[in-house]
Nanobody, 125 residues
Framework: QVQLVESGGGSVQAGGSLRLSCAAS????????GGWFRQAPGKEREWVAT?????????YYVDSVKGRFTISRDNAKNTLYLQMNSLKPEDTGMYYC?????????????????WGQGTQVTVSS
């Protein structure tokens, strides 16, 4: 049974940091690209970052988070991470991890294979 379980969300003030984790099980984790998406209230889901497989040699980010967020993976722990620094109120939303079997879709979330249930991030000004 495939599972992706996010954790690490919470409420922080602007300028603060959070580290999201996504624990995967039920499939061969290292075979899949990893990604993070987010959805703010009343807005469409937005792609945030993608990391390549198997070792994560390549990473990709939406322009609004470049230099502030870092996506990484630990294949020994079957876990995907998103380190978020210098958080802004506009980063508020539900954050979802996802996994995609190559060829990886990067930004297009409609084709990703597996999804977590999300973790809430709230950034206050």
């Amino acid at each position: 049974q495939v599972q992706l379980v996010e954790s690490g969300g919470g409420s922080v003030q602007a300028g603060g940091s959070l580290r999201l984790s996504c624990a995967a099980s039920g499939f061969t984790y290292s075979d899949y690209c990893g990604g993070w998406f987010r959805q703010a209230p009343g807005k469409e889901r937005e792609w945030v970052a993608t990391i390549s497989r198997p070792r994560g040699d390549s990473t990709y980010y939406v322009d609004s988070v470049k230099g502030r967020f870092t996506i990484s993976r630990d294949n020994a722990k079957n876990t995907l991470y998103l380190q978020m620094n210098s958080l802004k109120p506009e980063d508020t939303g539900m954050y979802y991890c996802a996994m995609d079997y190559p060829p990886c879709a990067l930004r297009d979330g409609t084709t990703w294979d597996y999804w977590g249930q999300g973790t809430q991030v709230t950034v206050s000004s």
